[in-house]
């Protein structure tokens, strides 16, 4: 019996966060926005399990905007950086969500 190749896959998603006591996010920022490489068997689990996780963080979950996954990406020509490939790769390795970039958004007044 051959050993089935893991269904999971890595999405790349960017989510916008509010602001929530002890969310980690500079003094004066409104919200911010998220870069994650999540896995899972399809784009809806991978954004189901990156809002949990962020929630559990304390941080507070707005809008997730969803890139596809690396193929996808490159199919329609995006660069992607040896790094990103990289922890595109730890998250699958580890079934996990690694968050890459967080940018806090501040009002302009």
Known sequence: MSVKA????IFTLLVQVG?????????????GALMCYASGVDEAEAVRETVAILKQADL???????????????????????EEKTLMQR????????????????DDD
């Open 6 to 9: 893991s269904k999971q896959k």
């Open 19 to 31: 602001r929530n006591a002890g969310d980690g996010l500079p003094e004066g920022a409104t919200g």
């Open 91 to 106: 998250a699958l390795n580890e079934n996990s969500v690694i968050v890459a970039q967080m940018t806090p958004f501040f």
């Open 60 to 82: 507070a979950p707005l809008d997730v905007s969803g890139y596809g996954t690396l193929e996808e990406r490159l199919a329609e020509g995006h660069d992607i950086s040896d």
